[in-house]
């Protein structure tokens, strides 16, 4: 069974140019006596917080048009779902041009408390608008459609009463934003979720209702209409640096194209919509809601809008808006439930068999006895950080050691501090060693971890003293934990301002060392951090690990903060990629995978340089026959790893497209 659920991004151009008029009020007008005419409805996604600034500036008098509009949508059943840029939340009008907060740009990274007040202020302007105190939207879509990391934003707009999010689009990837739905593609038409919008989870309190793609060759998005909009503004408003990492996001086999009725021509909305139709004739039992997405701005050819809406009546599609069709889906759900089946999923993308975690595995988490060790050196910039993080646990540790490694500055005062008010922090002090590298902070660990020898605890975590992270961090690592009796060593990614990790390339096997959580027994099994000056500690340890049987795991629905950038304490940015190069080679990394990742790693800043510089590392040590810091084992144990990993990426960009 097929519903077609048309939604339109209401706003101006990303940079706030533009006339309301034009590219809001009039093709909204237009657009919705198009639907009366065929009797159906669409839902409006208001970009609310671009409109409350508007008005509060008072820079364009058709804003009372725009919220006359909003109005009227509301009161005729077209659907008014929740869209929000917050990066218009610290707007200001300079100059004659808004001056836009770009550090605010994604709504998921920003703070639980920023969230909230940005979600409320949006709620209420948008409640004013529609002149309904109570009124609550049923649906959101994310500015950019940027819902990533899902947790903290899903839990504040769930709070408030939002049930469907409709920012994913399968596939699609954005480096420049840490945007990643590519795992998305083996899942249905829909799907709920908790706190990855990616992963579906039964127990789950959110719909996903993707927009809809295919996964088509990159060469079939050059089409001349759809080159004009990206000509118009899109690159027009981004950095040279921002245009070739989107650039790279194109370098493969298979790319996302959206169902957007603006930019399509109608022969490739009728081509996709004929495919739909050919698969519920085979699986007429699975319910398929269709999301297409398009923009006032962009809504210039109405002639083709027009004709798709005839060409659906023809083949007896209704259009519905999420407002009917979250019944069917909540039915769905509960038949599934009944019978321990998925959601909207086609028969090649089952996954009956995701179980979410139990609730008794849950309350064992608490049980779980936890104990910390941090190496510091010189960290009185940052260390403050860490401690409130820790302190503001929700499970706090057993014990935490931290180790202050010859540290000059105010490190030791800081902690001292903090360890006179918290009897489980202690402080030990290494002498002060000339020479900085790796194997001395392992030394430094290994005092801790010699404090901590006799207590009774279940997990050993190696934390860096420059991060921070949410007062629920730990005890959701510890549940995973619980929840699954091999893992042996878990960890988030780590973010570094608005850059965050990027599992793209890496498994989500690797666990990054600014964060190290291992089962006691597993720490025990790998014979813990060996002291190579190189560096490369973490890695070795996670991968032994693995050798050892146990599983590792990155959980990528909680990063954490990283304040000092990863290596930037001895080398620059240039030196960071030199190095990775250098020390991928002596840590048993296989040439044939090297290459594959320089060039990938071009599309990462430094842009091009750091690929270049990486791989110039690694093959100058391959010619000067550096030596290796791993046993034989170890590097063909990694090789293989690595070459299966290369497999997967190949074969799934060969193969990747929609169910």
Same mark, same amino acid.
């Given at each position: 069974?097929?519903?077609?659920?048309?939604?339109?991004?209401?706003?101006?151009?990303?940079?706030?140019?533009?006339?309301?008029?034009?590219?809001?009020?009039?093709?909204?007008?237009?657009?919705?006596?198009?639907?009366?005419?065929?009797?159906?409805?669409?839902?409006?996604?208001?970009?609310?917080?671009?409109?409350?600034?508007?008005?509060?500036?008072?820079?364009?008098?058709?804003?009372?048009?725009?919220?006359?509009?909003?109005?009227?949508?509301?009161?005729?059943?077209?659907?008014?779902?929740?869209?929000?840029?917050?990066?218009?939340?610290?707007?200001?009008?300079?100059?004659?041009?808004?001056?836009?907060?770009?550090?605010?740009?994604?709504?998921?990274?920003?703070?639980?408390?920023?969230?909230?007040?940005?979600?409320?202020?949006?709620?209420?302007?948008?409640?004013?608008?529609?002149?309904?105190?109570?009124?609550?939207?049923?649906?959101?879509?994310?500015?950019?459609?940027?819902?990533?990391?899902?947790?903290?934003?899903?839990?504040?707009?769930?709070?408030?009463?939002?049930?469907?999010?409709?920012?994913?689009?399968?596939?699609?990837?954005?480096?420049?934003?840490?945007?990643?739905?590519?795992?998305?593609?083996?899942?249905?038409?829909?799907?709920?979720?908790?706190?990855?919008?990616?992963?579906?989870?039964?127990?789950?309190?959110?719909?996903?209702?993707?927009?809809?793609?295919?996964?088509?060759?990159?060469?079939?998005?050059?089409?001349?209409?759809?080159?004009?909009?990206?000509?118009?503004?899109?690159?027009?408003?981004?950095?040279?640096?921002?245009?070739?990492?989107?650039?790279?996001?194109?370098?493969?086999?298979?790319?996302?194209?959206?169902?957007?009725?603006?930019?399509?021509?109608?022969?490739?909305?009728?081509?996709?919509?004929?495919?739909?139709?050919?698969?519920?004739?085979?699986?007429?039992?699975?319910?398929?809601?269709?999301?297409?997405?398009?923009?006032?701005?962009?809504?210039?050819?109405?002639?083709?809008?027009?004709?798709?809406?005839?060409?659906?009546?023809?083949?007896?599609?209704?259009?519905?808006?999420?407002?009917?069709?979250?019944?069917?889906?909540?039915?769905?759900?509960?038949?599934?439930?009944?019978?321990?089946?998925?959601?909207?999923?086609?028969?090649?993308?089952?996954?009956?068999?995701?179980?979410?975690?139990?609730?008794?595995?849950?309350?064992?988490?608490?049980?779980?006895?936890?104990?910390?060790?941090?190496?510091?050196?010189?960290?009185?910039?940052?260390?403050?950080?860490?401690?409130?993080?820790?302190?503001?646990?929700?499970?706090?540790?057993?014990?935490?050691?931290?180790?202050?490694?010859?540290?000059?500055?105010?490190?030791?005062?800081?902690?001292?501090?903090?360890?006179?008010?918290?009897?489980?922090?202690?402080?030990?002090?290494?002498?002060?060693?000339?020479?900085?590298?790796?194997?001395?902070?392992?030394?430094?660990?290994?005092?801790?971890?010699?404090?901590?020898?006799?207590?009774?605890?279940?997990?050993?975590?190696?934390?860096?003293?420059?991060?921070?992270?949410?007062?629920?961090?730990?005890?959701?690592?510890?549940?995973?934990?619980?929840?699954?009796?091999?893992?042996?060593?878990?960890?988030?990614?780590?973010?570094?301002?608005?850059?965050?990790?990027?599992?793209?390339?890496?498994?989500?096997?690797?666990?990054?060392?600014?964060?190290?959580?291992?089962?006691?027994?597993?720490?025990?099994?790998?014979?813990?951090?060996?002291?190579?000056?190189?560096?490369?500690?973490?890695?070795?340890?996670?991968?032994?690990?693995?050798?050892?049987?146990?599983?590792?795991?990155?959980?990528?629905?909680?990063?954490?903060?990283?304040?000092?950038?990863?290596?930037?304490?001895?080398?620059?940015?240039?030196?960071?990629?030199?190095?990775?190069?250098?020390?991928?080679?002596?840590?048993?990394?296989? #040439?044939?995978?090297?290459? $594959? !990742?320089?060039?990938? /790693? %071009?599309? @990462?800043?430094?842009?091009? &340089?750091?690929?270049? *510089?990486?791989?110039?590392?690694?093959?100058?040590?391959?010619?000067?026959?550096?030596?290796?810091?791993?046993? #034989?084992?170890?590097?063909? $144990? !990694?090789?293989?790893? /690595? %070459?299966? @990993?290369?497999?997967?990426? &190949?074969?799934?960009? *060969?193969?990747?497209?929609?169910?």
């Amino acid at each position: 069974m097929i519903d077609f659920v048309f939604t339109i991004d209401y706003e101006i151009y990303g940079n706030g140019a533009g006339a309301l008029d034009e590219l809001v009020y009039e093709p909204a007008r237009r657009l919705k006596q198009l639907f009366q005419d065929y009797q159906a409805r669409f839902v409006t996604f208001v970009e609310i917080a671009e409109f409350d600034k508007i008005e509060a500036y008072g820079t364009d008098s058709a804003i009372d048009l725009v919220k006359q509009q909003i109005m009227e949508f509301h009161r005729d059943g077209f659907e008014i779902g929740l869209h929000l840029h917050p990066q218009w939340s610290n707007a200001r009008y300079e100059n004659g041009m808004w001056s836009l907060d770009q550090s605010e740009y994604n709504l998921c990274t920003l703070a639980k408390a920023r969230i909230t007040e940005i979600v409320d202020a949006s709620l209420t302007y948008l409640r004013h608008v529609v002149d309904e105190p109570q009124f609550t939207p049923l649906s959101f879509r994310g500015g950019n459609w940027l819902f990533q990391p899902t947790q903290t934003a899903a839990s504040v707009l769930n709070e408030r009463g939002i049930k469907i999010d409709s920012s994913v689009f399968k596939g699609g990837l954005q480096r420049n934003y840490s945007l990643d739905y590519r795992r998305a593609v083996k899942n249905g038409y829909y799907w709920p979720f908790s706190s990855d919008v990616n992963e579906p989870d039964p127990k789950g309190t959110w719909f996903e209702v993707p927009i809809y793609t295919d996964m088509v060759p990159p060469w079939r998005m050059a089409t001349s209409k759809r080159m004009a909009y990206a000509t118009q503004y899109v690159i027009a408003g981004r950095s040279a640096k921002q245009k070739l990492t989107s650039a790279f996001d194109y370098l493969r086999f298979r790319y996302p194209l959206k169902l957007d009725y603006c930019r399509m021509t109608l022969t490739e909305m009728t081509s996709m919509v004929d495919r739909i139709i050919q698969e519920d004739q085979r699986e007429p039992e699975s319910y398929k809601p269709i999301v297409a997405i398009g923009h006032t701005k962009d809504l210039t050819d109405f002639s083709s809008v027009d004709s798709f809406l005839a060409y659906l009546r023809t083949k007896k599609i209704e259009i519905h808006t999420f407002e009917a069709v979250y019944p069917k889906i909540l039915q769905m759900k509960a038949q599934a439930d009944c019978v321990g089946s998925s959601y909207g999923e086609s028969k090649v993308a089952r996954h009956s068999s995701m179980v979410a975690p139990g609730e008794s595995g849950k309350a064992k988490a608490a049980n779980l006895k936890y104990v910390l060790i941090t190496p510091a050196r010189n960290e009185a910039a940052f260390i403050e950080k860490t401690i409130q993080s820790v302190v503001a646990q929700t499970n706090l540790p057993l014990k935490w050691v931290i180790v202050s490694d010859g540290s000059t500055d105010d490190t030791d005062e800081i902690v001292k501090r903090y360890a006179a008010e918290h009897p489980w922090i202690e402080l030990i002090r290494m002498p002060e060693r000339r020479e900085r590298h790796f194997a001395g902070k392992i030394h430094a660990f290994n005092a801790g971890y010699a404090r901590v020898a006799d207590l009774d605890y279940d997990v050993v975590g190696n934390l860096d003293g420059d991060t921070s992270f949410d007062e629920d961090y730990f005890d959701f690592l510890l549940k995973k934990f619980v929840d699954n009796p091999r893992l042996g060593v878990a960890g988030t990614p780590f973010r570094e301002e608005s850059f965050q990790y990027d599992f793209s390339f890496t498994s989500i096997e690797h666990v990054s060392g600014a964060c190290q959580l291992f089962r006691r027994e597993c720490f025990e099994d790998v014979g813990g951090y060996l002291p190579i000056k190189t560096g490369g500690v973490d890695l070795v340890a996670v991968i032994t690990a693995r050798m050892k049987g146990w599983q590792t795991r990155s959980f990528l629905e909680k990063p954490y903060f990283h304040h000092r950038k990863i290596s930037s304490a001895k080398h620059g940015a240039l030196g960071i990629a030199y190095n990775a190069g250098r020390t991928d080679y002596t840590h048993g990394s296989s #040439p044939v995978w090297q290459f $594959f !990742r320089c060039i990938y /790693q %071009m599309s @990462r800043p430094p842009i091009v &340089v750091g690929g270049v *510089l990486c791989f110039a590392g690694f093959f100058w040590a391959l010619a000067t026959r550096a030596e290796k810091v791993v046993t #034989p084992d170890f590097a063909r $144990f !990694r090789r293989v790893e /690595q %070459m299966r @990993r290369l497999s997967g990426l &190949v074969n799934n960009a *060969l193969t990747l497209r929609h169910p």
